[in-house]
């Protein structure tokens, strides 16, 4: 243990006193401590001594002394350490490892500054990273001990939007706990992005429907102008008993457009997610415009018949029910059903629909590409 706890052991050492003279490597002292806690415990302890002591005698890597404390433990709270040795413990030792046990330790015996930068490169704080990775009390102990619920990485993220990025159902809790706590749930990141709509591109519908109810802007949009509804409307998840809170209970705006010209039913159509219940619910309860065209004069009929697995129920459907424009021709001289010609894995009964009964035209040419049938031999 003295030599262990005196920074001068190394491998050839710690060799010679364990094989020639029998030193007993899980012997403890009266704080419950053994020598391979001594060594963690030290500034310059190196990962080839730690490594051996681990390997070669079969130590103790979780032993606790009388305080609680594991050799890991002991080591995460030594300045200075050996990332090598750190990362041995952590990934190749056995030893059992709590983020909570260790951040705890860090801030209350050590000291640590809980809202120090960690990575100059990224600017994340203690606080940004558990959100992303770790557990709800984790979290919890940083917000009570004084971590900045609004600082933000390089992205301009703060911990709330960082946590609304990942569909993690665990991660509801703590997202209750940050908001409680007061973090600026219109907070944006430098494209723009507020929390909501990070949870709404990638589906967590439960965090939408959270932040919106606790002041979060519904109607916020990205430097493109893509509101949290038009990113709803893409997902599968975003049925109609969804919609119908996020608009009539939340007050989210349905006829707004994008910076590129697309409208929300473009957005649901292209999705892949479009069935006939869903878009006849979108343009008879909140009149949504089917013949509106974006900026590259593309419609709604056009993006769904783009949509690899648009059903011939909802072709039929848009096609039949609102006179939606069959022969329509984008700035690229593409029509609805070259685009659907144009696409892997199309429905058969959908471009049969089109071709015998929507009454599209099948011979219109587009430059180089040709006809709807060229692009379906392409």
């Known amino acids: 243990m003295h030599l262990c706890g005196s920074g001068n052991a190394d491998a050839d050492i710690v060799r010679v006193r364990v094989g020639e003279y029998g030193a007993d490597v899980n012997a403890i002292d009266n704080d419950g401590r053994t020598a391979f806690i001594y060594l963690c415990w030290l500034e310059n302890a190196t990962v080839d001594v730690v490594r051996f002591m681990a390997k070669r005698y079969g130590t103790d890597v979780n032993g606790a002394g009388i305080s609680g404390n594991t050799a890991l433990m002991y080591h995460c709270g030594v300045q200075n350490t050996d990332a090598d040795a750190t990362r041995f413990l952590v990934e190749e030792s056995g030893a059992d490892v709590d983020p909570a046990d260790l951040i705890k330790i860090m801030v209350e015996e050590l000291g640590a500054n809980i809202n120090t930068v960690a990575d100059q490169k990224t600017t994340e704080t203690s606080l ?17 001990c ?34 409680k706590k ?61 919609v119908k809170i996020f608009v009539d209970e ?5 006829k707004t457009v994008g910076d590129d010209g697309l409208t929300v039913l473009m957005h649901l159509c ?59 021709v984008g700035i690229s001289g593409n029509t609805a059903l070259m685009y659907h010609c144009g696409v892997q894995n199309t429905d058969a009964d959908a471009t049969r629909f089109l071709v015998e009964e929507s009454g599209a035209d099948v011979d219109p040419v587009n430059g180089d590409r040709g006809t709807a049938l060229m692009y379906l031999c392409d």
């Not at 944006?188 to 949870?199: N, S």
């Not at 939340?250 to 349905?254: C, F, I, N, R, S």
């Open 270 to 328: 292209g999705s892949g997610n479009a069935d006939a219940d869903i878009v006849g619910f979108r343009v008879e309860e909140y009149g949504a415009d089917v013949n509106a065209i974006d900026n590259d004069g593309r419609t709604a009929f056009m993006y769904l018949c783009w949509s690899e697995n648009a059903t011939v129920d909802v072709v039929r459907f848009m096609a039949k029910r609102y006179g939606t424009d069959v022969n329509g």
């Open 146 to 179: 004084g971590a900045n619920v609004d600082a933000k990485d390089q992205s301009g993220r703060a911990a709330l939007s960082s946590l609304s990025s990942a569909a993690r159902k665990e991660y509801l809790g703590i997202v209750k706990l940050l908001v």
């Open 182 to 242: 007061g973090s600026g749930v219109n907070e944006t990141d430098i494209c723009g992005c507020t929390p909501l709509i990070v949870a709404a591109e990638i589906g967590h519908v439960e965090v939408v429907l959270l932040l919106a109810g606790n002041g979060a802007d519904v109607n916020c949009a990205t430097v493109d102008g893509i509101t949290p509804f038009m990113l709803l409307c893409r997902l599968e998840a975003a049925n109609t008993d969804v």
């Open 128 to 144: 940004i990273q558990p959100s992303e990775s770790s557990r709800l009390e984790v979290v919890q102990f940083l917000l009570e």
């Open 250 to 254: 939340l007050g989210a705006k349905v």
